[in-house]
């Protein structure tokens, strides 16, 4: 009789964590903090929860079609593989991004060494010419 009380608190407060983690993330989407792609994985991640929590069977069920004896180790290990998986599309995220800004401070650069250098009105000396090192008078 002390179970099914316990059972209904546990379903109520991990599926009041799954819909409150959906709605600061849709929160985050919303307000452009958190950008579409990255958003996915945390609203599957509150979904997730919510639906465990509604139907907490459910997993049972699958940690015995799994061969898993005991459930909780299910979800560790399949939450453990899923922080792996996320940290590597993150890393891939970033490596593309750091190539992306080396090559815009490349072609940056290039375009800089074409462009005619510009005197500075407050400059009063004349421009240096090509075949003078610098410092030289």
Do not use: C, N
């Not at 985050?28 to 929590?53: E, K, N, S």
């Amino acid at each position: 009789m002390t179970d099914i009380p316990l059972m209904i608190t546990y379903q109520i407060t991990s599926m009041a964590i799954g819909v409150s983690l959906a709605a600061i993330i849709l929160l985050l989407v919303r307000r452009d903090h958190l950008h579409g792609p990255y958003a996915i994985w945390w609203i599957g991640a509150a979904a997730t929860v919510a639906v465990l929590g509604l139907f907490p069977r459910l997993f049972d069920v699958l940690a015995a079609m799994l061969g898993v004896s005991y459930p909780p180790v299910l979800a560790i290990v399949l939450g453990f593989g899923l922080l792996l998986v996320k940290i590597l599309t993150m890393d891939v995220e970033r490596s593309r991004q750091e190539r992306l800004i080396r090559r815009l401070a490349q072609r940056l650069a290039m375009l800089e060494a074409q462009a005619p250098a510009k005197l500075d009105p407050s400059d009063s000396s004349p421009p240096l010419s090509s075949s003078e090192p610098p410092g030289a008078i």
